[in-house]
């Protein structure tokens, strides 16, 4: 099976969430995971709050997936700066204005203290409720941060999904 990757392309909104190196958001977050830039582009948050958040949408993929398994948001991120505890971030793949397809939290303990990929998993049946792949975005949130002193930075988001495999089906439909 081969995966496509599909990148961020937008920013709806960022609240509470710094953009460095470009802007807006997206344009920070933009890269893919295997080849961010680490700290030359990012968003971080120092606010943990309810309205911390980034929502981002991302490109229509090159084709649109024709299984609903292997489908994943990823997303690196890192710590910085804190004493005690690990900060929470909450990590959403959103179809339209609101409605979540698929959502997570994940608390960033030691092994974030460089960047690391958080992958969201989605299963088959939240894939199968997806209507319309150009109308997707990825919502980063920052929700609770057990002292005042950490900052959560993310510095690539992509959604990846199956991508059809021509010569396979090139091949059964000649025979």
Same mark, same amino acid.
């Given at each position: ?59 229509? #993929?090159?084709? $649109? ?31 339209? $204005? ?25 299963? #088959? ?38 991508? #059809? ?11």
């Amino acid at each position: 099976m081969v995966i496509q990757k599909t990148q961020l392309n937008g920013t709806v909104s960022q609240t509470r969430w710094t953009s460095v190196g470009d802007t807006p958001a997206h344009a920070c977050v933009d890269e893919g995971v295997d080849t961010n830039d680490g700290d030359t582009t990012y968003i971080f948050s120092i606010l943990a709050s309810a309205a911390s958040i980034a929502k981002m949408t991302l490109a229509t #993929p090159a084709e $649109i997936p024709v299984s609903n398994d292997n489908h994943s948001v990823v997303v690196t991120l890192k710590r910085l700066s804190g004493i005690t505890g690990s900060p929470t971030v909450d990590i959403s793949l959103i179809e339209g $204005i609101s409605t979540v397809r698929a959502t997570m939290s994940e608390q960033l303990g030691s092994s974030f203290n460089s960047y690391a990929n958080k992958t969201l998993n989605l299963t #088959p049946a939240e894939a199968a409720a997806i209507v319309d792949f150009a109308d997707l975005s990825i919502w980063v949130k920052y929700t609770t941060n057990p002292d005042t002193l950490w900052e959560v930075r993310c510095t690539a988001a992509e959604y990846w999904s199956p991508r #059809p495999h021509y010569p396979e089906i090139m091949l059964a439909s000649v025979a």
